[in-house]
């Protein structure tokens, strides 16, 4: 029996607690939910996380998750969804968040793993918000693209290292979104905002290069690249952007968790993936953030020098690890 | 002499075997697998006959052989390949893909039961397109990979690549019975276009939000409309499937793990015994109509019952890839692998249970009862 908790701001501001254990099943019920004074709140949990399992590949019946409210949510809010539905996935292990868990989201389609929107107002920090500016869909928590949606978008992770204390992994989201059927003939537009020209050129021209390795991508997409954290020095993030480009374009096989990949090159054009610097601390870094499913990148150069047992340690966390000098398969 | 000619004419005559059943042959190796056979034909050159009774015995007869079914055979005729598809492994990347080349498996002298037989006799229905076998064998592997029991990761490495190799095929020739000649990595962009599926999405959703609903519902072909889900259909052809593979299943389970000690033995056991009770409540099972001997059920019930043995079913698929991975596995991993087995012979049980019970409130009564 586990027990774990998943937090969601209400309506008033004040926090709501959820609670999840994990029990036998024993001929239970699957899920069982209850909310205090609200009976109607506990069945629509259940409902909600029923189908959100439906986007899961795996199923056990040997197994009850019982989650419970601390005080019922105000009359007609819902962003208590999205923190019961990582709730039920975090004390199961699909799903496992380095730290606490504040989550405000809401769907209509939870079986399709889609996050609809929230009713909360603002962005606090370190709150997982759902919708079209958040997490738009479960699977977008791996950085992983919605299999039903126009727009195509992919996130891969870069270990950020300055010597601070704000080191950590940052993200990169490339959104792509095909370019009318007119016909057009204009250069590829790639759009960074929040980040100054020299940086929107050098991203543009490492998407054009990767892309012209690939030999597919040139003149079809309108592309939106997006960074967690705008403000960082270094180039390092380039093999995190490339990976990114291709899992949004479809042309990348899938890692069940997410892509954390460190990497630039001088010619993309030819696939190459070229050393960069700080091995040592950006090695501990992704030892430490690594989880069960993601896939590390680093490059192949790097390969002699890594921290011993490092590769061990990751496969024992559900982590794999490959250097590699080009992109593209094998 | 011409009453001799006469006689010898007639006598060639009588003695030139029957006409034969009409059927085309010349699907046969390109885009269907296996078709089914009119009883009297001459087996095709490079084909081989299969023939299935009730039980679900199989026997084959080879090529130039007269098929010759008894009281209650049905016979296909089979071309072995080879034959060439694409999978695609990921649904969310439709530009990359696996090109793969594969042949249906000689009938192997070892084996008790050949797979692949087993598979026309539970699964094939009618006839076996190429297609629609490797849709099949599409959704199969999507699973393994979405499951991490197979792993096709970015930037694969070769060892990652063969590792993934032995249990693909170990997969495919398990679950299917087919052996895969070669499988190599390639780009399918110039065929699944995904700017232009995502252009058609978009324009499907500009549309559906334009057009006025009754349009909507004439506009031919917008969406392709998923197959309907028929209760009894659905269920008659799930429990059948559970019914003759479950027995191989478990023959193929005790064959392939050789236990190192007397936990592991009990262990293998008990799976067994469980599977065994299984088998057992699916030869039981009750009509899908009836709550009780000459009492209907209502609709609803019986759709309920039709999804838990749909479900029932798609836990088999999930021991079929088990198998692959126990047969491929060293004694290191098998905790791992007996865990699974223990998960999925879980799911077999409450998906039986759920199916026996008449109402959804019985399945879960246990639990008001005890929390009452």
Known sequence: ?330 | MLGSLIKSTLESTLRRPLRQPEFDASRLGSVAIALPAPNGLTVPAACAAVLVDRGGRSRRQAAGTRIAAHDGETAWCVHPGPYTCELLPFAAAPEIGLRVHFAIDASDPRATHQRFDLFLASEAGCSVELAGFVELAQTALQRELAQGNLELPPCTTLDEWNAFRTGFNQLLYTRFGVTVDDCVPVDLGPANDYAAMLDARLAARLDAIKAPPAAREQAPGAAPVPEAFVPACEDARALRRLFLELPCLMCAVRMAVMPADQGRFRQHQELLRRLDLVSLAVGTMPALELAAPGQPLAQDEQLRRARHSRRAAAALDEAWALLARLKVAGEAPLDTLFDEADRIVANLETEAGARRAISAREVERDSELEEA
């Open chain 1, 1 to 330: 029996m586990s027990m774990i908790q998943c937090r969601s701001i209400g309506l008033d501001g004040g926090l709501l607690t959820i609670t999840a254990t994990r029990r036998p099943r024993a001929g239970r019920a699957d899920v069982k939910c209850s909310v205090p004074g609200s009976p109607a709140v506990a069945e629509r949990m259940q409902q909600v996380v029923r189908l959100a399992r439906h986007t899961e590949p795996r199923f056990d019946s040997r197994e009850q998750v019982v989650l419970s409210l601390d005080r019922a949510p105000d009359e007609g809010a819902r962003d208590w969804e999205l923190a019961a539905v990582l709730a039920d996935r975090i004390v199961r292990g699909v799903f496992t968040p380095q730290r606490e868990v504040v989550a405000n989201g809401w769907s209509d389609a939870w079986h399709l793993g889609r996050i609809d929107g929230r009713q909360l107002a603002g962005t606090p920090d370190g709150v997982l918000l759902g919708g079209a500016d958040g997490v738009p869909h479960l699977g977008a928590l791996n950085g992983q693209a919605d299999p039903g949606a126009g727009v195509s978008s992919a996130r891969a992770w870069f270990p950020m290292y300055s010597g601070g204390e704000h080191d950590g992994l940052g993200w990169v989201e490339v959104s792509v979104r095909p370019l009318a059927r007119a016909g057009q003939v204009e250069d590829d537009p790639v759009s960074v905002p929040d980040v100054d020209a020299v940086r929107q050129a050098q991203v543009a021209a490492v998407l054009a290069g990767a892309r012209h390795f690939d030999g597919r991508g040139q003149g079809q997409w309108r592309t939106t690249v997006r960074f967690g954290e705008p403000r960082f020095a270094g180039n390092s993030y380039e093999l995190a952007l490339v990976m990114a480009d291709r899992m949004a374009r479809g042309r990348e096989f899938a890692a069940r968790g997410r892509v954390i990949a460190t990497g630039a090159s001088s010619a993309w054009h030819a696939g190459r993936v070229e050393s960069v610097e700080a091995l040592a601390p950006k090695c501990a870094l992704i030892a430490r953030e690594a989880g069960p499913g993601d896939r590390v990148l680093l490059p192949k150069e790097w390969e002699n020098a890594l921290p011993q047992g490092m590769r061990d340690a990751l496969r024992a966390r559900g982590a794999s690890l490959a250097c590699v000098e080009r992109i593209g398969i094998i």
